[in-house]
């Protein structure tokens, strides 16, 4: 099989971006992005996905993390797309429950090449730490749109939020792990009846 990697840079007026990733990695992470609970989730998302990520990340965190969650989102899901090329072979869909303690989330994904998001959360309190809570739905809004996935991601229960973020982005690696795994059944061929995806 080639080697299912890519590396994607994003430069603006707001962020210097730099995401390289291996789908078929064991799940190691080089995160520096300047915000700290945003590198503990995407560090979840490499463990559990099993995918090696690194990621370096400069961005105007002076005015908020907004433009740093979001432009990294943005380069994930351009080398994540990358790094599966024509899906021939793979699994397409995956899908994992995750708990945390009292917390339980879901993520449901389709490598469809149709970019949708359905985000459900209801977290109790608005910052973990310094954290934005708003930019968790940014920051996956803006990797399944340049993925061309689609996402249902759910936070089913939970009264602590750090707790319930973070048992999502284990959900959605775990999720991810299984849609790109090889289906040995497929013959190498696109999972889609259309022939393409």
């Known amino acids: 099989m080639a080697k299912r990697t890519a590396e994607v840079e994003r430069t603006t007026g707001e962020t210097a971006v730099r995401v390289w990733?291996?789908?078929?990695?064991?799940?190691?992470?080089?995160l520096d992005c300047g915000v700290p609970f945003f590198e503990h989730m995407l560090a979840q998302v490499a463990r559990h996905g099993g995918v090696d990520l690194r990621v370096q990340a400069k961005g105007d965190t002076w005015i908020d993390d907004h433009h740093t969650?979001?432009?990294?989102?943005?380069?994930?899901?351009?080398?994540?797309?990358?790094a599966w090329g024509d899906k021939a072979g793979l699994t397409r869909y995956g899908h994992a429950y995750v708990?945390?303690?009292?917390?339980?989330?879901?993520?449901?994904?389709?490598?469809?090449?149709?970019?949708?998001l359905v985000y459900n959360a209801e977290l109790p309190r608005a910052h973990v730490g310094r954290f934005d809570t708003e930019?968790?739905?940014?920051?996956?809004?803006a990797l399944t749109s340049h993925a061309a996935m689609t996402a249902h991601l759910d936070v089913l229960r939970g009264?602590?939020?750090?707790?319930?973020?973070e048992c999502l982005f284990k959900a959605f690696?775990?999720?991810?792990?299984?849609a790109v795994s090889t289906d040995e059944r497929a013959g190498g061929r696109v999972p889609s009846t259309k022939g393409a995806l």
């Open 135 to 141: 930019l968790v739905e940014e920051f996956f809004r």
């Open 99 to 116: 708990p945390l303690d009292e917390a339980l989330s879901r993520a449901v994904l389709d490598l469809s090449g149709r970019p949708g």
């Open 173 to 178: 690696g775990r999720a991810l792990r299984q």
């Open 21 to 30: 990733v291996d789908l078929d990695g064991e799940g190691a992470a080089e």
């Open 159 to 165: 009264r602590n939020a750090h707790h319930m973020v």
């Open 69 to 82: 969650v979001e432009d990294v989102g943005i380069a994930l899901g351009q080398a994540l797309a990358r």
